[in-house]
C-alpha cells in the first residue's frame, strides 16, 4: 500500500471535512469518514514529527541552532 504525502493527507481530511459538513451523509457514513480522519490525522502527525526530527539534524549539523533552544 502507497503512503501518502503529508499534502495528499491533507487534501483527504479537506475532503471529508466537507462531506461531514454537508449533512447528506448518514449516521454510519459519518461515523467511518470520522474513522479514516482520524487516521489520516495520525498519520500526518508521525509525519511532521518526523519532518522536524529531520530538520533539527540538518540545523544542528550546520551549527545553526543549539538542540537547548528548542
Do not use: H, P, R, W
Request: glycine share 4%; charged share 40%; no cysteine.
Amino acid at each position: 500500500m502507497k503512503k501518502n504525502s503529508f499534502e495528499e493527507n491533507l487534501k483527504s481530511l479537506d475532503e471529508i471535512i466537507e462531506k461531514l459538513e454537508s449533512g447528506t451523509l448518514s449516521l454510519d457514513e459519518s461515523i467511518k469518514e470520522y474513522e479514516v480522519a482520524m487516521k489520516l490525522i495520525k498519520t500526518s502527525s508521525k509525519l511532521l514529527n518526523e519532518a522536524e526530527g529531520k530538520l533539527l539534524k540538518v540545523l544542528e549539523k550546520n551549527g545553526e541552532i543549539d538542540v537547548e533552544e528548542i
